[in-house]
DNA sequence: TAATAAAGTTAGACTAATCTAACAAATAAA
DNA sequence: TTTATTTGTTAGATTAGTCTAACTTTATTA
């Protein structure tokens, strides 16, 4: 069994992989993560070796094993059901949740969070809009939703940018965006994909550029 | 802020002290309760007498101090809100509710135990019968519901019993009772108390000394 | 390509929670 | 009331996770 700690480890190791793409990760990288020193990681890092949870010689590259990687995404799993749960069922807003779910994601019992998914009806998108991995450790490829993906007629709320650049943060206030603010999308030109949406009863036309760097969630 | 393992140390001296109706606890039985050995206790003991959670000096009685006092109810609290979540949402069985309840407790966050409290709408007993401290730290006196607590026409379902003697166990089988058996109050004489009680469809007169050794949960 | 900077590693120390073994105090029994 | 037993305490060691300071390797750049 896995300790809190070695478990944040592996947490790291996966979404700062993800992160940048399967390029290298770094002790110092992988250190600044999780808020420890650099010599502190290198310790860890040698004990993960020790049981086979990543790939590591000295000064060569840090990689997570198949059993590293299914940890990983197990902690994910439960870190995003959790996150669920806060949000829906006990009326946690947005930003509070991820706090609670850091701990709430070492509790060891693959019944409760087998029972939770069921609770909340097999959830597919954290309050975030980050997939929730399978029990079989299946994520879903894409890692966010974006407006260019909501179709014509649906609603979804912002949770995100993509983009995070001073001109993009402005252009997303001026249409009356700001986190969790409702858009609808009215309708979207075949030929360009320019997006007519509503937000606050006002309407707004936006490029392809704009709706594929805002990250949304579904809303009913 | 306190270590989950230090407040397991509250908790168990809570316990103790209650099972034990304010006589002595002493450090063995502690360590015996948290499943170590007696130095690791007696440091402890050391430890939390620092910050001012328990009165104690050497070779002397331990007693919690108010804030240990404090502490502890609000784990007990905690842990019976969680358990009564995992029973009454997650539909996990009377006896599987304790151990991932054991876990649940150390979750560091008064909002989420409050909303918790919330959502169950208020729950006054655990699925053991036992009651819910208040978020005052307020406990009722009596421990657990007895049978002869239950009022005429009310239905209840067995949890524990109080007198483990053969013969009482004996006795509890013979009316047709097992954990969570379900039972409903027929009539009680005022004379003696002697109450006729339904169970599996059939009627059985009980003692008073019977129906206070039968520890229930009202159900609906 | 040699000097410098950045990244990574090692050694030694600290804290929390635990242990064993030895010892001390309090209680029970002869 | 002395001895034996139980209970409680201390000292010293161990493990996980962390740190600082010094050192080594790799990467950058002048």
Redesign the pocket.
């Known amino acids: 069994m896995l300790?809190?700690?070695?478990e944040n480890y592996l947490k790291s190791l996966l979404k700062l992989t993800f992160e940048k793409d399967n390029k290298q990760v770094?002790?110092?990288?992988l250190a600044t993560h999780l808020?420890?020193?650099?010599?502190?990681a290198?310790?860890?890092?040698?004990?993960l070796k020790e049981k086979n949870l990543v790939d590591y010689e000295?000064?060569?590259k840090i990689t997570l094993t198949e059993t590293g990687k299914f940890s990983a995404i197990n902690i994910i799993r439960k870190h995003r059901l959790w996150e669920t749960f806060l949000y829906e069922k006990l009326e946690f807003t947005w930003d509070e949740v991820h706090d609670v779910a850091e701990q709430l994601e070492h509790i060891q019992s693959s019944k409760l969070i087998e029972k939770l998914d069921k609770f909340l009806n097999f959830p597919k998108f954290d309050p975030h809009g980050d997939p929730i991995p399978n029990i079989k450790g299946e994520l879903k490829i894409h890692f966010k939703k974006t407006l260019a993906e909501v179709e014509v007629g649906q609603c979804c709320k912002m949770v995100a940018v993509k983009d995070n650049s001073g001109t993009f943060l402005q252009y997303v206030v001026n249409v009356g965006l700001g986190l969790h603010t409702k858009i609808k999308v009215i309708s979207k030109q075949d030929y360009d994909a320019i997006t007519l949406i509503e937000v606050n009863g006002k309407q707004y036309s936006v490029s392809q550029k704009f709706t594929e760097n805002v990250f949304v969630v579904s809303k009913n």
């Open positions: 300790s809190s700690t070695e770094g002790t110092n990288e808020s420890v020193k650099p010599a502190t290198n310790d860890m890092l040698k004990k000295k000064y060569g």
